[in-house]
C-alpha cells in the first residue's frame, strides 16, 4: 500500500544532513513504496508534521474525463522541498482554448472526492466549476507559465491545434504555500474548458484525478443534495441584498456590495475604496453549491498558521466562487475579465449579468453567501487572488 508518510524520516534526515553540509547534495527521488513498519512510521509521523515541507512526495496518475469531454491522459507531480514538478500530457482537448489546470484540496486536510455526479446539485447533468470544487476542494496551486504562481494566477496554458496540452513546469513555492498543499495524497488535479451552449467556457471541469486513489476512497465527505434542490426555484423577484466589506489581512478595503436577483438577471454593485491601486481585484459571490452556509473567513481558517488568510483558506470558509464580478455581461464565458481599482485605489462599478437557469439555482439562496474581492500587495510583490475584503449579504432594510 502507499503510504507517503513512510518517506518522511529518511528524506527528512537526508535533508537535515544536507543542510548541515554532512552528504553531499543529492536527487530526491520518491520514496513511495517505502515498507517500513506502520507503528513506528505513525510515532515519526507526529514528530515531524510542523516539518512537512521538508519531504518529497510523488504522484503519476491517468486523468479521466468529466462532462463526456473526452479529455484523457496523465499528471505527475512531485514534491520536494519547496520545488512542485508538474508533468502535465493530456489530450482530447477543445483545441486553441484556454484550459485552466490546478492542484485542488481542502487547507483543513479534508480529502478531495472525485467530482461525480452526487456533487450534481443544480441536476443539470453536468459538474459546474462550483461543483467540483465542492468536491475537490479550492485551487491549491494553479498550474500556470509562469513559475510563482501567487503573482501570476491566471496565466493558463493553452491547447494546441490538435487539442493536446504537454506541460512540463517546476514551481517556486513558498513555505506556506506547501504547507497548504500537502499532504498531497490527499488531493486533486483538475484540468477545465468546454464549450457548453456554444459558448466556450473556461471553468467548465472537463478532466480530474485523485492523487492517490489508494489512499483516498474519492466519497469521504459527499452532501446530500436535498437542501440544494428545495432552494431550486429561479422564480425570485427583484429582492435586494446588501453587504458591507471588512477588511482581511490588514489590506485596509471597505465599501459597499448590492446585489439584487430577478429571475436570471443579476444585478451587482459594488463600491469599494482601500484597494491597491491600478491592479486587478478579482470579486466574486462565494458560496456552496450544496447550500451549506457561508462561513466567515476568520484566523480559524488560518491553517497554515502563517497570519495570512490565504485564498484557499478563505475558499474553504465561503465556498467556490459561484458567480465572478467580471466586465462581461456572460460570466461563464470571460471568468477572469475582472475589474481594476483606478489610480485612487477605488472601483465603483454596477453590472448586469445574464445567467443560466443553472447558475441561478446554483447561486440561490444570496442570504446565505459571501462576497469576496481579492488582492493584496504583500512584501512588495502584487498577490491578486489573496483576500482582501468580504462580506455577508443579507435582506436590505425597507
Ligand atoms: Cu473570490
Known amino acids: 500500500m502507499l503510504n507517503p508518510l513512510t ?11 544536507d543542510a548541515a553540509g554532512m ?4 536527487r530526491q527521488v520518491s520514496r513511495r513504496s517505502a515498507n517500513a513498519p506502520p507503528a513506528a512510521n505513525a510515532v515519526l509521523a ?3 508534521e510542523p516539518r512537512q515541507f521538508l519531504s518529497a512526495s510523488s504522484f503519476s496518475v491517468s486523468v479521466n474525463e468529466l462532462n463526456d469531454s473526452g479529455v484523457h491522459g496523465s499528471f505527475k507531480v512531485h514534491l520536494s522541498g519547496t520545488k512542485l514538478k508538474v508533468d502535465v500530457n493530456l489530450s482530447g482537448l477543445e483545441a486553441n482554448q484556454l484550459h485552466p489546470m490546478h492542484i485542488h484540496g481542502f487547507p483543513s486536510e479534508k480529502k478531495s472526492d472525485k467530482p461525480t455526479s452526487a456533487y450534481d446539485f443544480n441536476g443539470n447533468g453536468m459538474i459546474d466549476d462550483a461543483e467540483g470544487e465542492e468536491a475537490a476542494g479550492p485551487p491549491l496551486v494553479p498550474i500556470v507559465k509562469s513559475s510563482d504562481p501567487d503573482s501570476d494566477p491566471f496565466d493558463y496554458f493553452k491547447s494546441d491545434s490538435k487539442g493536446r496540452l504537454k506541460v512540463s513546469k517546476t514551481y517556486d513555492l513558498t513555505e506556506d504555500d506547501v504547507k497548504l498543499l500537502t499532504p498531497l495524497n490527499v488531493r486533486a488535479f483538475e484540468v477545465h474548458g468546454m464549450t457548453v ?7 467548465m471541469p472537463v478532466g480530474a484525478a ?3 486513489p489508494s489512499a483516498n476512497s474519492g466519497h469521504t465527505h459527499v452532501p446530500s443534495k436535498q437542501k440544494a434542490q428545495d432552494n431550486n426555484d429561479v422564480s425570485e423577484k427583484g429582492k435586494t441584498y446588501t453587504t458591507k466589506i471588512k477588511a482581511l489581512n490588514h489590506s485596509g478595503v471597505s465599501g459597499n456590495v448590492t446585489v439584487k436577483l430577478d ?3 443579476l444585478t451587482v454593485h459594488v463600491k469599494a475604496s482601500g484597494l491597491v491601486p491600478n491592479e486587478i481585484h478579482p470579486m466574486h459571490i462565494h458560496g456552496f453549491p450544496s447550500d451549506k452556509p457561508s462561513e466567515n473567513p476568520d484566523s480559524s481558517y488560518d491553517f497554515n498558521h502563517n497570519g495570512t488568510m490565504d485564498d484557499a483558506e478563505g475558499e474553504e470558509a465561503a465556498g467556490p466562487p459561484l458567480v465572478p464580478i467580471v466586465q462581461s455581461s456572460d460570466p461563464n464565458a470571460k471568468p477572469f475579465n475582472y475589474f481594476k481599482a483606478d489610480s485612487h485605489g477605488k472601483i465603483d462599478v454596477t453590472m ?3 445567467l443560466t437557469e443553472d447558475d441561478v439555482k446554483l447561486l440561490k439562496p444570496l442570504r ?3 462576497v469576496e474581492i481579492h488582492g493584496i500587495k504583500e512584501n512588495g510583490q502584487y498577490l491578486p487572488e489573496q483576500p482582501a475584503g468580504y462580506g455577508k449579504l443579507s435582506t436590505a432594510a425597507g
Not at 518517506?7 to 544532513?17: C, E
Not at 552528504?23 to 543529492?26: D, F, I, K, V
Request: net charge negative.
Open 7 to 17: 518517506s518522511k524520516p529518511s528524506n527528512f534526515l537526508t535533508q537535515l544532513a
Open 23 to 26: 552528504m553531499p547534495a543529492r
Open 46 to 48: 507526529e514528530h515531524l
Open 197 to 203: 451552449d456554444g459558448t466556450y467556457e473556461p471553468e
Open 210 to 212: 485523485l492523487l492517490d
Open 263 to 265: 429571475g436570471t438577471d
Open 352 to 354: 448586469k449579468y445574464e
Open 368 to 370: 446565505i453567501r459571501i
